[in-house]
């Protein structure tokens, strides 16, 4: 969290921003962000080591496991389960930011339904991604194969039902805010879209990942 940020919380505490009206929850979910995102940011190593960890498993484990395996729904689930492999490792290092952000959102109130809800739902989706472990991807497409493509493991089901509709990124902005944004909060609200930027970014570089495990693991999407 910059010493901007810091001193903006002090002099505006967030349980005060609750119930103060649109600008000061704006505010004190634009606080939240920024110090996500910037969390995010300065970790962007531990999480290229995270990936590069992940494939090192896949390439020690189970080298072409799913090789002449069909392209089908079934498939696009275990593709869907290397994703959120992907995703839960990278996000590791930000646990305890994401609870801290869940924690000082939560309860933030607009005039706008639309926004109050956005913000819920939001929060709900981080709190599911923190609740999932790093799923066994060798293991589950290995029960898919030994299976003769019949049918998925449970924990792939069961991990994919939770991860795919709860898949956000680290750092969003409800759609409506900005109108809301007050004219001290600009400056604020202008860095946290530049680090939410930084953060989009890395999520698109991260496609090498995908692409490769797909490959060591010989599966189609």
Sequence with gaps: ????????????????????????????????????????????????????????????????????????????????????????????????????????????????????????????????LLALGTPAVCRDVGAWVSGHYHALAPSTVAFDARFMPAWVALGEMPPGLSRLVSSQDRGLFAGTQSAEAEVTEFEASAVETYVAGMKVLALNP
Excluded: K
């Design 1 to 128: 969290m910059t010493l901007a940020v810091v001193c903006s919380a002090a002099v505006y505490p967030v349980g005060a921003h609750a119930a103060g009206g649109d600008a000061a929850a704006t505010h004190a979910y634009l606080v939240a962000d920024h110090a996500l995102v910037r969390t995010a940011t300065s970790h962007f190593g531990v999480a290229r080591s995270a990936f590069a960890a992940l494939l090192h498993r896949l390439r020690s484990e189970c080298p072409g496991i799913a090789a002449e395996s069909p392209q089908d729904e079934e498939s696009t689930q275990l593709s869907d389960e290397l994703i959120g492999a992907m995703v839960t490792s990278a996000y590791s290092p930000d646990r305890a930011h994401i609870r801290a952000f869940v924690a000082a959102t939560r309860s933030l109130r607009w005039s706008s339904g639309a926004i109050t809800r956005w913000v819920r739902g939001y929060d709900a989706n981080l709190s599911t």
